[in-house]
């Protein structure tokens, strides 16, 4: 393989391409339209795909959809359908992919750091991993995108998985 995408398919996640020497190629925060609610930049997320070779021996992640009890109509509606138009996008592109469960991914990246929250699991991994990296989704953003970064443990996890 030579490029390994992850994606949290979350509105507020991220996609983030490594290439075979574990380098960050290519990452965005999820392309979302901001109004009154917001909703996904469909247009610009198969710009992203299109952008990414995927004739050059490309593997995805996609992480699972799971609705938490917690969330209301509107989460739970927009959880599933981000899911299923990365599923769309994917498979009307030609990729390879595979779709996972949040904590098997989770376990395998994340041994040695467990804080009991995953989203500073995922942040403190790869500022370990990927030090020079910014992680902001934004150049006023103070906080680093947990979206982005669980995009690319999940990245490196399809490349632990898939590396030849």
């Known amino acids: 393989m030579t490029f390994f995408v992850g994606i949290d398919n979350g509105l507020s996640g991220g996609i983030v391409v490594l290439n075979k020497n574990q380098h960050i190629v290519g990452k965005w925060t999820m392309p979302v339209i901001k109004g009154k609610k917001t909703e996904y930049d469909v247009g610009a997320i198969c710009k992203i795909f ?19 009890p917690i969330s209301g109509k509107r989460a739970s509606f927009m959880t599933g359908f981000g899911y299923g138009l990365m599923q769309g996008i994917l498979e009307s592109q ?11 991914w989770q376990k395998e990246i994340f041994q040695g750091i467990n804080t009991g929250d995953t989203k500073k699991d995922s ?42």
């Open 123 to 164: 942040i403190m991994f790869c500022k370990r991993k990927w030090p020079n990296e910014d992680w902001t989704a934004t150049e006023r953003s103070k906080k680093p995108s947990d979206g982005m970064t669980d995009a690319a443990c999940m990245a490196l996890y399809g490349f632990r998985r898939n590396a030849i």
């Open 50 to 68: 299109r952008e990414i070779d995927h004739e050059k021996d490309t593997f995805v992640v996609l992480e699972k959809a799971h609705v938490r």
């Open 94 to 104: 030609g990729y390879s992919y595979e779709i996972i469960n949040p904590k098997d």
